[in-house]
């Protein structure tokens, strides 16, 4: 049996605006990964609503709302999407050289950096009151607790490389970023939702020249054409396989 029917088609897609509310996320010098995200986020998904009509774009928030990580993925999950991406900035502290982008999958960390950026990107739940309760007991700071992923075989993650692979692609063969690669760890918003998801760190906000772009009208609109380019070439991909 193949692994998608002839006629499977992608034909809804969340748009996940990393942070939001209370939660800025990463913090730069003039600007917030809340905001950043947001634009990019929003950008994405007016690029597909234009031009790849047979798409149905969903939102898990389209203005400056906190959205737990649990709910993200159960906004997916409950309109049964074919694909997530989730758009976030990026940070290394007490470091301001490093630069570029890193399109993240559910998986194990193979090193301590990845385990730091899935640390850093998870400690969102613990602004939930009732965080022990709603997600089992998982503490993002403790790194027994990513044992759990590696209990878990995801059906998803060759469809999610995929996707990843093509953004990173286009971010540097295109867009001429600095590409950081496809990488893997225990992303709790990942780990939640039922279908291919991917994570997007559009660059570093410690880095001020990046901040600055990041920041910038032409280097968020640059960002969004190369994750909607690479949303449309695995669209025709999944669609052509037999």
Do not use: C
């Not at 998870?122 to 965080?131: F, T």
């Not at 995801?154 to 996707?163: E, F, G, N, T, V």
């Not at 992303?187 to 772009?213: C, D, H, Q, W």
């Amino acid at each position: 049996m193949p692994l998608f029917r002839k006629d499977f088609k992608i034909g809804k897609v969340v748009i996940d605006a990393g942070h939001g509310g209370h939660d800025p996320g990463t913090v730069g010098v003039k600007y917030k990964e809340k905001d950043i995200a947001l634009n990019i986020a929003l950008l994405v998904g007016g690029y597909i609503e234009e031009y790849v009509k047979d798409v149905s774009v969903i939102y898990t928030r389209k203005d400056d709302t906190y959205i737990p990580l649990d709910k993200r993925a159960e906004i997916a999950n409950k309109n049964k999407a074919d694909l997530f991406i989730s758009v976030h900035v990026n940070a290394m502290p007490n470091n301001n050289t490093t630069y570029g982008t890193e399109t993240w999958v559910m998986g194990l960390h193979k090193s301590e950096s990845n385990l730091e950026v899935a640390k850093r990107e998870n400690s969102v739940i613990l602004l939930d009151e009732d965080h022990a309760e709603r997600y089992e007991g998982f503490d993002p700071n403790s790194p027994e607790s990513y044992i759990l992923f590696s209990l878990t075989q995801d059906a998803y993650q060759q469809s999610s490389l995929k996707m990843a692979g093509k953004v990173e692609n286009q971010f540097k063969a295109r867009v001429g970023r600095n590409s950081r690669g496809v990488k893997q760890a225990g992303f709790v918003v990942l780990y939640k939702t039922a279908m291919p998801s991917v994570l997007v760190e559009t660059g570093f906000i410690t880095n001020r020249a990046e901040e600055e772009y990041l920041g910038s009208d032409k280097g968020q609109e640059l960002i969004a054409s190369g994750i909607y380019r690479a949303f449309k070439e695995y669209k025709f991909e999944v669609e052509s396989i037999n």
